[in-house]
Each structure stands twice: as structure tokens, then as C-alpha cells.
């Protein structure tokens, strides 16, 4: 996160920021990390004409506390997410969406699966926080990256005028390749 504001500071216009996060996805399976075998065509373009993070340490190997500790930027401990099943992030806890939205951006996440669900206390700051999970009548607990992006794009296709931050949060690599009627409603 500090990063981020970092490079806030130093912008002359504050930059739009695309977050991305593929939950379970290896590096070494992504071509804009050495694979060349990789079909990932859409990673490797945003790895060339944005920010690749080429080192990072995951604080926790779950989804719910390593998200936390990216969109705050502390630890476990700190934050108080320490498992999936743990409750939101710590009261009054400032995330990279709370401290966008008051430097005036436009916030959005699109979330892929019940971890990082708005129970998890990350949809605090975002303006659109774009979550079936938690009214799912069909009881889904996941969804397709494909349905994350088309709503993401939608949101990205309105006009505006600030700048913006938006999540996509994608789980696919949870779920074995498969032709399966319910992974793909």
C-alpha cells in the first residue's frame, strides 16, 4: 500500500489503478513471469504496459487474510484476519480503497468468490463492491472469471472523471478445468 501512495505523491495526475488478483495461480504458469509455454495473453499485456510486482511474500497462504494484509498493508496480527472463516478486518482499519476513495478516486471491486466477501470487512472504501455471495438465492459461493470481468468492464465502460481503482478478484484456479453447467452460470 505504500507503494501506491508513493506513487500517488510523486504523479503529477493520479494515475488509474487496475488490481487484479488470481487467487492459487503460480507465477511460474504466467508468460509475463518466464513461462513461455503460457497462454496468458491478457496477464502478460498488463505486466508490459503497467506494474509487475516481481517479488511479493504472501503473509498468510489463505485468501481472506492474504487479501486483507494486500489491501491494508499489515499483518495478520494486525488486521485480525488470520483464516477464511475469520470475521472483517479490525474496525477503523484504513485499506487502499478508503484511502483512494478520500484522495477522490473512483472505487470498485468485482469479487470472484465467498472469501473475500463483504463479511470480510474489504469492501470498505469501495464505491461498487460487486458480491453475490453474501444474498446468493442459488447458493453459489464462487463464480467464473469470465461473469467477474464482463461486470468489471462494464463499470470501467462508464464515463468519468476521476481517476479510479478497481479489483478484480478471480478464483478459477480453485476449480478443476471442467465443462460443468454450473461453473459457467
Do not use: C
Request: proline share 8%; hydrophobic share 40%.
Amino acid at each position: 500500500m505504500l507503494t501506491v501512495l508513493a506513487l500517488l505523491a510523486a504523479s503529477s495526475s493520479p494515475p488509474n489503478l487496475l488490481l487484479v488478483t488470481v487467487d492459487t495461480l503460480r507465477a511460474d504458469h504466467v508468460g509475463a513471469y518466464g513461462d513461455a509455454k503460457a497462454q496468458t495473453p491478457a496477464f502478460d499485456r498488463l505486466a508490459r504496459e503497467g506494474l509487475l510486482v516481481e517479488e511479493a511474500v504472501a503473509q498468510v497462504p489463505e485468501t481472506r487474510p492474504s487479501h486483507a494484509s494486500m489491501l491494508t498493508g499489515r499483518y495478520p496480527y494486525e488486521h485480525g484476519v488470520r483464516d477464511n472463516a475469520a470475521g472483517p478486518i479490525a474496525p477503523g482499519m484504513p485499506t487502499l480503497a478508503t484511502v483512494l476513495k478520500a484522495a477522490g478516486y473512483d472505487t470498485a471491486a468485482f469479487i470472484g468468490a465467498y472469501p473475500v466477501s463483504r463479511s470480510s470487512g474489504l469492501d470498505r472504501g469501495f464505491d461498487v463492491y460487486d458480491d453475490p455471495f453474501e444474498k446468493a438465492v442459488d447458493g453459489r459461493t464462487e463464480r467464473r472469471a469470465q461473469e467477474v470481468v464482463d461486470r468489471a468492464l462494464a463499470w470501467l465502460g462508464r464515463p468519468r472523471s476521476r481517476p479510479f481503482l478497481l479489483w478484480a478478484h478471480l478464483f478459477d484456479p480453485h476449480a478443476p478445468a471442467s465443462d460443468d453447467a454450473r461453473w459457467w452460470s
